[in-house]
């Protein structure tokens, strides 16, 4: 192995390549059309273009990836995560062009990448399974019937893929074929088949996989288990090492579980075993409890996102590991060779909003928190400029923090959250940092529904009330940004300030003192505040207002529309506030009423539903219309009451944020 082609993009490239220069390999980066300048592309040895934007034109397509190879000389394969990475036929197409393929043999992976088959192999090899259904027949009636014998509630699940793409919760019968269809949908567009398996859901369950790797030689082994409960949309977004609640006895068992299903599959390579575990896991399943026990979900053929909370804890390079192992070496280490020291914990950074629904548009500013030092790393693929654009997944970068104990790690990644600058896109920042701070993760008993039943107080955390200290420190973040005083001096003028604030308008007006010293003052109050450069040649600016400390950044995102970010306070979290500068702007009587007559596209994406038609009645929380966007299904709901006026889109159209879907009437149907 000499020339390693990296068949991936963003973040997970930028990995591969550090460790394949490390080890003195010459690196291959492909990318689409959108990708053309980024880092990845920067980084590599040499690039090829793949042509055209979308995943299934570039990074899911077959023929160009071999090609890319040939004509650059590489030797080997990297697939990252995601995109073909579990796909068998390319694992076999990239071995049958005699280069090196980077991970698991096809028939391993067919043997455990898909779902239904995994299962399967785990029950003929004694590892623990849920009662389901993953038979060949996938009509609808049957699945109705086999849902009826397993029972409710229970999981809709692709048989093919991961990322939490095509799975549904079902609570009753009458809801399963809805399920069906949208599960159906999600996976064929995201993986090309449409297969699905059904099986008993536990409600309250952990999320804890297994990471383990295996050699050409029959060496197999564990690294511990990491605990991935958090999650939005069936999708990891914090992850940890070890387990709250794995004790070392049941990481044994485990381990043991894990490495007997890759074994059985004649495996090769890192790939990770996911279970299910809870405590009163056999209750709900009307048996007696004796215990933590643990159901297989599926086997992920491939690296893990989190994998570098494994990395943490044992000081490995797995990427290295995977490299060796592809060119026949040994593991470097046998089971009881493997340490696990301290605690890990990983966010996923992504471009969404707090309510998880993806968000595009271009990075205007960018400051990463220290890392090398301290425990903390971050390995993304942000800079200022980068365009994200609806056709990859809303991941940016993953955020990890190691420390001796779990309170210090959480502690290191909740201050590096803070100090993580993404500036002109919406992120889900903030919204980590209230789940770190959040009660019951932090005293470690998170389980699987823990943003279903506390996300609303997650929000609440980060919610900015009027007069509060934080919209202060906003307003003066966006004024100083917006026109900086030219010098220290007093001015015996006031600056009137109006704009828009999470729909509330705030009229205030701001006067410099001299010397940084500012008076902050409304119609019910005034505040004295001290305003400086936060020094060293860093943007933003440091705001003291009431004895309070703040780090505040500000950039206009578009004509009047502002992105602040905030971190310090009396809650020492990161907020971010969207504000509207109407301060120039004429007073009007408002168009509150006309908000409500009209539903529009919160981001890009394609329309593949609609769900209703002019004249038809619907109600408060009804379904309307289904976006495909980064990968993901999202239904829009009626916001109200009302009768359809217009429908102004069609299905497989794109949309674009703002652009208008449909109207209402002005009354709510009788």
Known sequence: MKKLLIANRGEIARRVIRTAHAMGLSTVAVYADPDREALHVREAGSAVALGGSASADTYLRIDKLLAAAKASGADAVHPGYGFLSENAEFAQAVVDAGLIWVGPPSAAIRAVGSKSAAKALAAENGVPCLPGYSGSDQEEATFVREAQRIGFPLMVKAVAGGGGRGMRLVTAAEALPAALHGARSEALAGFGNGDLLIERAILRARHVEVQIFADQHGHCIHLGERDCSVQRRHQKIIEEAPSPAVSPELREALGRSAVALARAAGYVGAGTVEFLLDEGAAGELGEASVGPSHFLMEMNTRLQVEHPVTEALTGLDLV?????????????????????????????????????????????????????????????????????????????????????????????????????????????????????????????????????????????????????????????????????????????????????????????????????HVRLANAESELAAHVAPLGGGAPGRRITLEGQNWQAFAVEVSAGHWHVQLSGGPLAIAQDLWLTDLSLAPRTDGGAGQQVRELRAPFNGKLIGLKVQAGQKVARGDALLVIESMKLEHTLAAPRDAVVAETLVDAGQQVAPGQLLLRFEAEAAP
């Open 320 to 516: 290295e590991w995977q490299l060796r192992v592809a060119r026949g070496e040994p593991l470097p280490l046998a089971q009881a060779d493997v340490r696990l020291e301290g605690h890990a914990v990983e966010v996923r950074l992504c471009a969404e909003d707090e309510r998880h629904m993806p968000q595009t548009g271009t990075v205007q500013g960018f400051q990463a928190p220290p890392t090398g030092t301290g425990g903390v790393r971050f390995d993304h693929a942000i800079e200022q400029g980068l365009v994200v654009t609806p056709h990859y997944d809303a991941m940016l970068g993953k955020l990890i923090a190691h420390a001796p104990s779990r309170v210090e790690a959480l502690d290191r990644l909740t201050h590096a959250l803070c100090q993580t600058r993404v500036l002109g896109l919406q992120t889900n920042r903030a919204f980590l940092t209230a789940c770190l701070l959040h009660p019951v993760f932090r005293s470690g008993e998170a389980v699987i529904p823990f943003l279903d039943e506390q996300g609303e107080g997650v929000r609440e955390a980060l919610s900015v009330k009027a007069g509060s200290g934080a919209e202060c420190v906003a307003v003066l973040a966006m004024v100083y940004a917006r026109s900086a005083p030219a010098s220290a001096l007093p001015c015996p003028y006031a600056r009137p300030v109006r704009l828009m604030l999470l729909g509330r308008e705030v009229v205030c007006s701001v006067q410099e003192m001299g010397g940084g």
